[in-house]
Nanobody
Framework: QVQLVESGGGLVQPGGSLRLSCATS????????IGWFRQAPGKKREGVSC????????SYAHSVLGRFTISRDNAKNTVYLQMNSLKPEDTAVYYC???????????????WGQGTQVTVSS
């Protein structure tokens, strides 16, 4: 069965960096689209970035463009989100998801991980 496990979250200072990992099982990255989403307290879940397995299409939310980089390691069935120049407004629980569509909408994904907390604070 499909499982997604996020890791790499933590507490960092503004301007710092973190790399999140989404370890997948029960699927292959070449046949799946993987997305990163985040949800801050009191706010709706929003799409951050996604990467398609077959054509390697990549999308970013405007708020993270130029600061975050999504990548994948097909041999490890793992997708990464490198987060640089972090801001306090990046603070959220970050989730990875797997689905059939390339989209930053959080409404059409088939599988979700448990989330990992990212806190950006001085």
């Amino acid at each position: 069965q499909v499982q997604l496990v996020e890791s790499g979250g933590g507490l960092v200072q503004p301007g710092g960096s973190l790399r999140l990992s989404c370890a997948t099982s029960g699927l292959t990255l070449r046949s799946s689209t993987i997305g990163w989403f985040r949800q801050a307290p009191g706010k709706k879940r929003e799409g951050v970035s996604c990467i398609s397995g077959n054509d390697d299409r990549i999308s970013y939310a405007h708020s993270v463009l130029g600061r975050f980089t999504i990548s994948r390691d097909n041999a490890k069935n793992t997708v990464y989100l490198q987060m640089n120049s972090l801001k306090p407004e990046d603070t959220a629980v970050y989730y990875c998801a797997a689905g059939r569509f390339h989209t930053l909408s959080p409404n059409v994904w088939d599988y979700w991980g448990q989330g990992t907390q990212v806190t950006v604070s001085s």
